[in-house]
Structure formats: structure tokens, C-alpha cells
């Protein structure tokens, strides 16, 4: 009985797909995960960022009800604040036209599977006192 020469070349390849598959599939899933924990870091950051205008606006309209951690704590919605907030100026008629910044240092965590990315970024915004 011959053996074709097709034959015998496609039973040497048998399971080199499966080999290659297994071969990248961390660097696969190390990449997607990677992508996910940026992007939801990312989003993290724009949220925080909206929170401290919230707390600006809050001091510079020196709002009798209005608390500065509270309204950042509120407009930080599912985000905790993990920094000490600090208001630069306190709004009152002697500073008018001042500008008034809220501030704090945030630290961000991203786990992409193999390796833990961590970094500190500061989220101010500024707002004029009224």
C-alpha cells in the first residue's frame, strides 16, 4: 500500500493549530485584559474629573448647603475618592474674582492579569469665586 505524499504532510501538521492557539492565548488574554482595566481606569479618571467641578462650582457659589466633599462625593457616583480633598481659597465678598481650586491626589489600580499597574494622578478643577 503507497502512502500519497499529501497524506503523510497533513498527518505531520495534525494539532499545530491547536499548539500555536495554546502558545498565544496568554498574550491574547494578557492584552484584553489590559484594555479593559485602562479603559475602565480611564473612565474612572473623566468621572473624578467631572466630581472636582462639581465641588469648584460648589465652593465658588459659596452655597449655604452646599458641603464640597459632599458634592464631590455625590458626583463621584460608584468612584470613591481616595485623596485627602483640599479647596484653596475660601469664597467669601474680600475675594470675588479669585480663583478657587479643589484638588486631591487619586491613586489608579489596573490589574492586566500577569502585572499590576498602579500610578497617582491629581484631579483639580478651578473655578472663579462669585
Not at 12 to 38: K, M, W, Y
Amino acid at each position: 500500500m503507497r502512502v500519497s505524499p499529501c497524506s503523510s504532510k497533513l498527518r505531520d501538521e495534525r494539532g499545530a493549530a491547536a499548539v500555536e492557539f495554546a502558545l498565544i492565548i496568554g498574550l491574547l488574554l494578557t492584552i484584553l485584559f489590559a484594555i479593559v482595566g485602562f479603559g475602565r481606569a480611564y473612565s474612572e479618571r473623566v468621572a473624578l474629573t467631572g466630581a472636582a467641578r462639581e465641588g469648584a462650582r460648589c465652593a465658588a457659589v459659596r452655597a449655604e448647603t452646599c458641603d464640597v466633599e459632599e458634592a464631590i462625593a455625590d458626583a463621584a457616583g460608584a468612584y470613591e475618592v481616595n485623596g485627602g480633598i483640599s479647596v484653596s481659597t475660601e469664597c467669601d465678598e474680600t475675594t470675588v474674582g479669585e480663583p478657587v481650586t479643589v484638588s486631591w491626589t487619586q491613586e489608579f489600580t489596573v490589574n492586566a492579569l500577569v502585572k499590576t499597574f498602579e500610578w497617582a494622578r491629581e484631579i483639580r478643577a478651578v473655578f472663579r469665586c462669585e
